[in-house]
Structures are given as structure tokens and as C-alpha cells.
């Protein structure tokens, strides 16, 4: 199913599939709301199981590199140099302290890169065993691969707070070249004919925890509010119009 239809289906269950001159609950507000619960459902998933569906994750293609200072700051350059995503990428849903990142590697998606927590990298040169094997970390919104001389670009699957965000990254906002221009692809991402990244049985406790939360709530607040303006006469006077003495 598309975000949209998703959508369109909540609102009619919240409407209880009355139609509504007066609409007071955006489909965009309800959209929020699936984005919320599917990420909520997606992190308790991982704690209980180790694991989440394949249907959640989304792979952003080629992401190209280039190489940088590893110093984070810019006037006093470390020497040492390590190679950085040229794009930043979205941001992933958190899996308590890690990153919901499945697979990084090279662009065939056989050779995986070891993830690891940007704090470790200090004590790589001084282990002899790994110390010129390729490691890959986060800072912020980029990737970084260390020991990797040479490499143009890796591949990146995982499971992203806003699959949008995804879409656009690989073929809304383009991909970056080799030389570093901007490529655009028609193949744009859109709520009412992309498919949206989430399990059928978990779309279910999706719409029952919205049903249940605040959007109902918020309906039936309107819902009187509607009530009490039909009941108050003097709501349907217009400014051109005074009561008669």
C-alpha cells in the first residue's frame, strides 16, 4: 500500500466513514502519526527480537566517497585522511545505541564493511590484527570508511525514520557522479504511488494505535465543537447582519 492510502483508509475509520464539509484533521497530520507509530513498532520489534522485517529496510544505492582530513576540526588537520559520504545520509531509526544500519559495504553487496562506533576509531592503529582492514563509522549525518585508499563508493541498507527521505536520496534529489555533480532522475518519490516500506501485520497495530491515540480523540473534540456551533443560533449570523431590537 502507498502512504496515501493508508492515510485515506485511518480517515475514514476515524470518521467513521461520514464525510465532513469541514475537515479538521490533515491528512498530513495523520501521515505523522504513521511515521511515529511505524518507527516506534520497528524499534520494539529489534529489543524483543534481535531482528525486523526485511519489507522495512530500503537500500540507498551508490553512495559516493571522497577523501578528507579525519580532523573534525578544519585548522588543525590530523594527517590522517579517511574517506566521507559525499551526501549526508538520513537518518536511521535508533536500535537503543546503535544505528539501524543492516549492510555496509561495496557496491555489490558482497563485501561487508564492519560498522563501529566513531569513539573506537583512536585505538585502530594499535591493533595488529585490524589495523589496515577497512572500518566504517558515523558522525553525525555522514559515513566515514577508514583504510579505505582507493575506494569510490560503497552501498547502504537500513531502516530509515522517514522512507521518504530515502526515496529522494536515490532518485527524487539525484545521485552525485564521480566528479561530484548532481544528476537528476525523474523517478521521483510520491505518498499516493510508492509503495511505503511496512509489513502487512504491522500496518495493523499501526491503525490501532492511532484509533486509539490522539487523532480519535482529536475528532471527536471537533466533533462537538461542529455540534455546538449547529445548536448556537447566533453562530450563523454574518457580519452584514445584525439582530433585530
Known sequence: MTLDEIAYNLLNLIRGGRSHNDENISLDQIKFNIKHYRAMFIRRDYTKNGFVSRHVEQDLGCIFLEPVDASQCCSLPSTCIVYKSKRAIPKTIRYNFEEAISYVGDITGTNTIPMINSNAIQWLPYDKYTKHKMKAYMIGNYIYVYNAEGLEAINLRGVFED???????????????????????????????????????????????????????????????????????GSHISPQQTPKQ
Open 163 to 233: 522512507p521518504k527521505d530515502v526515496a529522494a536520496f536515490d532518485l527524487c534529489d539525484g545521485y552525485t557522479t564521480k566528479d561530484g555533480t548532481l544528476v537528476q532522475n525523474p523517478q521521483c518519490y510520491e505518498d499516493s504511488i510508492t509503495d511505503y516500506p511496512i509489513p502487512m501485520d504491522m500496518l495493523a497495530l499501526i491503525n490501532q494505535g492511532i484509533l486509539a491515540g490522539e487523532l480519535t480523540l482529536l475528532a471527536s473534540t471537533m466533533s462537538d465543537i461542529q455540534n455546538d456551533r449547529m445548536q448556537d443560533p
